[in-house]
């Protein structure tokens, strides 16, 4: 077994980190610009988006690669750099998260509808996450999280990509239900949660969202749907709304620690937050779950 699984076998719960996007808009990127970007050109803004969550109590980081794939990277002019700058983001993830906390290379949708609805053929989507996990690999990445996901067949062909990379890569998926308990594309937890969770991945799970119950209902779901399954969950801090020029999360590091007791009395392994998310809600998370 691996690290990763052999503590995933224990008792305990992993902390992972929260929002990366918000982070580093504060750091000063520029909306519409691309984060991955700064993997490249601006290297200690990741470290110390890494560092801020660690010191909050992460045990888990996720590479600043969300829209790595060459899919994403082309609206920027980068698809020529995809694995340059996925190696470049785990390299930074592991020289701050050292061997004490998990680095998980995160791969997020391609952003394009896979056929017949849209035009991305599955073996491009397929050779598309296995580009991207090549860069990460190589950065010395302990798991890959494919995540935020609404579409079975887009999880299953970055599944497949991810595996023709590594045979043996500890693999997590978990999809966004925001859409009337569904996914975008109509998914239930439930038929996710089984699908998934019979290709044999590490922990299928929840992320994103539209609030904390709605998560922790999906969670419920899956959890009813796949009693043996290894879960993980990654809400966002609420929806935003406009507050003086500034986009704002409604769910405090209070709220957020209050929903981790929750969580973990559905036995979800690794908890942490997503979009809106700050180090100061994954401070509360580490210390309500000690």
């Given at each position: ?8 076998a ?17 750091a ?19 470290r ?13 980081v ?8 060459r ?18 983001a ?18 997020g ?10 035009r ?10 296995a ?45 966004s239900f ?23 991945v ?8 539209r ?14 749907a796949?009693?043996e ?19 704002v ?21 690794i ?7 700050a ?5 509360a ?6």
């Open positions: 077994m691996s690290k990763l699984t052999d503590f995933l224990g008792s305990g719960i992993l902390v992972a980190d929260g929002a990366t996007g918000t982070q580093l808009q504060k000063g990127l520029k909306p519409g610009a691309s984060p991955e970007r700064w993997n490249l050109e601006n290297p200690e803004a990741i110390a988006l890494h560092r801020g969550y660690i010191e909050a109590g992460a045990n888990v996720l590479t600043n690669t969300f829209g790595g794939t899919f994403r990277l082309a609206r920027h002019g980068l698809e020529a750099q995809v694995k340059e700058i996925n190696a470049a785990a390299r930074l993830a592991r020289e701050v998260a050292g061997e004490s906390v998990f680095v998980f290379g995160d791969i949708p391609s952003g394009e509808l896979l056929k017949p609805l849209g991305l053929t599955y073996e491009e989507a397929v050779a598309g996450f580009e991207q996990a090549e860069g990460l690999l190589a950065g010395g990445v302990d798991a890959i999280l494919v995540e935020t996901l609404s579409d079975i067949n887009e999880a299953k062909a970055a599944l497949e990509g991810v595996r023709r990379v590594s045979a043996d890569i500890p693999v997590l998926v978990t999809f925001d859409t009337h308990g569904r996914t975008m594309m109509g998914i239930k937890p439930e038929k996710a949660a089984r699908e998934i969770w019979a290709l044999g590490t922990a299928v799970g929840a992320n994103c969202g609030t904390l119950t709605e998560t922790l209902t999906a969670i419920e779901q899956m959890r009813a796949v009693p399954a290894v879960l993980m969950a990654k809400p966002n801090a609420g929806l935003p709304h406009a507050s003086g020029g500034d986009m999360y409604d769910v405090t590091p209070e709220i957020m620690a209050e929903y981790a007791h929750k969580f973990a009395a559905q036995q979800v392994k908890f942490g937050g997503c979009c809106g998310s180090p100061e809600h994954i401070h998370i580490a210390e309500a779950l000690k």
